[in-house]
């Protein structure tokens, strides 16, 4: 075995016949084919808590007329949403509702989120 400019080189006596095989540093078909799974099975492992995480769960809500000086902070934080802060639930109401901005208008009736304790006193009646 000698090498030649960079490639690898290597002969083998075979019925009286030299024959020259050169390591050209390519992958077969099968190695390509192999290493491609691996990449996107690493992927899907590494990027599987972010699909989770983004993955919306189903938010129970209400209906609620705002109020004049009424912000979206004020009904975030008179709905909060279990395990969200305030300004996650902002995020949520503004989702829930198509609302593009954070201004609200008196009168206007937006779906907030409902407290699970009034919601499970509301069905027991």
Known sequence: MYATAGTAVSTQQLHGRTRVHRATGRLSRAEMLIATCAVIATLCVALLPAINASTPAVI??????????????????????????????????????GLEGSVIAAGEVLKVPADAAGMTALARR
Do not use: F, Y
Not at 75 to 93: D, F, W, Y
């Open 60 to 97: 129970q809500t209400v209906a609620v007329r705002v109020a004049p000086n009424d912000t979206l902070w004020d009904l975030a934080k008179a709905h909060p949403l279990e395990g969200s802060t305030t300004a996650q639930t902002v995020s949520i109401i503004r989702q829930i509702n």
